[in-house]
């Protein structure tokens, strides 16, 4: 870690809300197994190794007391507060970032569900706020041709074709990933500015960077990693499982 970035005092906030429906295990997204241990613990040991922050804030579904125990049993070397999320992504990052310290420098949201981010993800976002950039996002190349299509006509399903409206020129597309980096003031007066917005309006807040945008922030873009995959299907937990498997055979051999 830099000495600039250790002079720094960086908060992470992990969400860990999702229902994980789609994984089919019952049980909310973040205590879905991963080789024997739960997608929250692998989350929470990627921020432990980063070694970058000074508070841990973890959103997780109202109720919730098993993921309590994981954060509790995860022994991290720094203060780690749980909190209930709320009914959208913006409202448990909220509710998180209320619960850090009101002295941080900057504050690091990440997703649960990227559970095998590599800590030098989460180095190269602190770097980036260090070197004076207030919104940093990690991010990877797109390799998919990326086609805009036509709304979906009423009484049309999902299913039907439509119509392509144009291609977009992929070298300037970047797919984008977690933890994202903020000064802290700018994420808290962003998240005040989200109060005003109607419910559809904070529906469709799919990250934190689309809220510093919106404030005229500019946000800036480091490498991400193709480890730092989005668990969201059972397809995505078999490639997550042969990632963590190859990861362990190489530092075996």
């Known amino acids: 870690?830099?000495?600039?970035?250790?002079?720094?005092?960086?908060?992470?906030?992990?969400?860990?809300?999702?229902?994980?429906?789609?994984?089919?295990?019952?049980?909310?997204?973040?205590?879905?197994?991963?080789?024997?241990?739960?997608?929250?613990?692998?989350?929470?040991?990627?921020?432990?190794?980063?070694?970058?922050?000074?508070?841990?804030?973890?959103?997780?579904?109202?109720?919730?007391?098993?993921?309590?125990?994981?954060?509790?049993?995860?022994?991290?070397?720094?203060?780690?507060?749980?909190?209930?999320?709320?009914?959208?992504?913006?409202?448990?990052?909220?509710?998180?970032?209320?619960?850090?310290?009101?002295?941080?420098?900057?504050?690091?949201?990440?997703?649960?569900?990227?559970?095998?981010?590599p800590p030098e993800v989460f180095r190269r976002v602190a770097d980036a706020l260090a070197a004076g950039a207030a919104a940093v996002i990690p991010a990877v190349p797109v390799t998919d041709t990326i086609k805009s299509t036509e709304e979906t006509a009423d009484g049309q399903t999902a299913a039907a074709p439509r119509r392509v409206t144009g291609t977009a020129d992929r070298s300037v597309l970047r797919a984008v990933q977690t933890p994202q980096g903020f000064d802290a003031a700018l994420l808290r007066r962003a998240h005040r500015a989200v109060e005003d917005f109607s419910a559809e309006q904070a529906a469709a807040v799919t990250d934190d960077a689309m809220l510093a945008e919106s404030l005229g922030a500019e946000v800036y873009v480091v490498e991400g990693s193709e480890r730092s995959l989005k668990i969201t299907t059972p397809l995505d937990l078999l490639l997550a499982e042969a990632v963590l498997a190859s990861g362990q055979k190489l530092q075996e051999d």
């Open 1 to 117: 870690m830099s000495s600039t970035v250790s002079r720094r005092r960086i908060g992470v906030i992990l969400v860990a809300g999702g229902s994980g429906q789609r994984l089919g295990y019952g049980v909310p997204k973040a205590q879905v197994p991963l080789a024997g241990v739960a997608l929250l613990a692998h989350a929470l040991q990627g921020v432990q190794d980063a070694g970058i922050a000074a508070a841990v804030a973890v959103a997780v579904p109202a109720g919730d007391t098993i993921m309590h125990a994981l954060c509790r049993d995860a022994k991290l070397t720094v203060p780690c507060t749980v909190v209930e999320g709320g009914a959208t992504r913006s409202a448990s990052v909220r509710a998180a970032l209320d619960a850090l310290p009101q002295d941080l420098d900057a504050v690091l949201v990440h997703d649960a569900a990227r559970a095998l981010t």
